[in-house]
């Protein structure tokens, strides 16, 4: 489990593809001296596990059903990514609940500079936005945001980026028609499969 927040932008440093999956290296000083192989890590959002280490690196698998699901496909040698490691329980919480098991991708349709925030549009896919609510959390490569405004007509939320985030991740690097890794609040799916139960007890 994740909360979003990002706690090192790093950088992929060589991609091994092959049919069926890829190979991620990953550079991280300050994250992957805190890691061990076998560790969970989120690379923009996405639950991957370490699979190798160096004093300033790592190595991540990534199976088909992600690079299919994920933006993690169109990751190339250079791309800057948004890590965080597996929240610890004795620590406080911030953001938000984050499984690290992307629901699917968005896309960037604008961005608009303000005095000291961002207006960040983004598209979502029809069948996520029903999860989506007005001052709800939402995970954005990794990132926790809080929705800011929603335009059911076209599928669109407006987040609104502080300068802290703008600087601590690669939200500030997208340009309109870039994709990103999107997760819901897990609650609202808990919700939704109650109603469509019936909200009746199992003995």
Not at 92 to 115: K, L
Not at 159 to 179: F, M, Q, R, V, Y
């Amino acid at each position: 489990m994740f909360t979003g927040l990002v706690a090192e932008l790093g950088k992929i440093t060589n991609i091994s593809r092959g049919e069926t999956s890829s190979v991620l290296t990953v550079h991280a000083p300050l994250l992957t001296p805190e890691l061990s192989i076998g560790d969970s890590i989120a690379v923009n959002g996405t639950c991957l596990t370490a699979t190798s280490l160096t004093a300033d690196s790592f190595t991540a698998d990534v199976m088909v059903q992600t690079l299919s699901l994920t933006s993690l496909g169109k990751l190339e040698t250079g791309s800057a990514v948004n890590l965080e490691l597996a929240a610890q329980m004795d620590m406080r919480m911030g953001g938000h609940i984050v499984q690290g098991h992307v629901d699917g991708v968005a896309s960037v349709v604008s961005r608009t500079p303000g005095e000291k925030w961002e207006q960040f549009v983004i598209q979502v896919p029809t069948d996520l936005s029903r999860y989506i609510v007005n001052q709800g959390s939402i995970c954005v490569d990794g990132v926790s945001l809080t929705v800011g405004e929603i335009n059911d007509a076209n599928n669109q939320v407006t987040l609104w980026l502080i300068p802290e985030t703008l600087a601590k991740t690669n939200l500030s690097l997208k340009a309109a028609g870039d994709i990103v890794n999107i997760e819901v609040d897990i609650l609202a799916k808990y919700v939704e499969r109650l109603i469509s139960k019936g909200g009746r007890n199992v003995n």
